[in-house]
């Protein structure tokens, strides 16, 4: 086992063989200069080429392939992910290709600009600006974007996008549960952290298939947002004295 990177970039995937072997080839020239890293792919049940497509790209020693038995869906992915992990850094990004790995540099230097001046725990959230899919999915996505921000005020312009950074101890504090993926952004604050939006491309989907429809984020988002909302009210975060301090 070599000495553990300073990031891991884990890609949750589903079906997605013909979207995996490029995404890795533009990881592996994105990352580099941002020091010692390594690429985790948590396969959550494919029964397409997917697993073939990865193991054939383990070829440079920085891949690593988790796989679940059968699909479990992509918040639980993501924690298999993070858990496996060795780095303290974790930025995470979707396999279809419609995140550019080019992007990841930007959120780097976000987070360190943070860092210098803050102790404060941070997640950097990637605001796709210009989205590359189509019109009913922008729209939607709007209207969800804006129930969530009234629900949750965590004052996030685009908390769906799955291009993030954070620290690998900060996203193992959060709670955990079917569908938090969607909203990593809320419980970052829950946790006393602060949110940074960074604006980064979105590109259109080549090969395959959205894995999620309209109505499967309707009503699985609602219920999951009123939840959510349900665990922002319920956390208090008191305000430590000074261990020295006598009233």
Known sequence: MTAAPRL???VPVLNEAENVSPLIDQIRRAV??????????????????????????????????VRHRQRCGQSAALLTGVRAARGDYIVTLDGDGQNDPADIPALWQAAEA???N?????LVCGWRKDRKDTWLKRRSSRIANAI?????????QDTGCSLKLYRRDFFLRFPHYDHNHRFLCALAIREGGVVLSV????????????KYGFWDRLWVGIDDLWGTAWLMRRMRRPDLLPPDTID
């Open 8 to 10: 891991s970039v884990v």
């Open 32 to 65: 580099p200069a941002l020091g010692s890293y390594e690429i985790v792919f948590v396969d959550d049940g494919s029964t397409d080429g997917t697993v073939a497509a990865l193991l054939a790209a383990q070829t440079e020693g920085d891949l690593r392939v």
């Open 114 to 116: 943070h860092q210098a």
């Open 118 to 122: 803050s102790a404060v725990p941070f």
């Open 148 to 156: 969530r921000r009234n629900a949750l005020k965590d004052n996030t």
């Open 199 to 210: 604006p980064v491309s979105h590109r259109p989907r080549t090969h395959g298939v959205s």
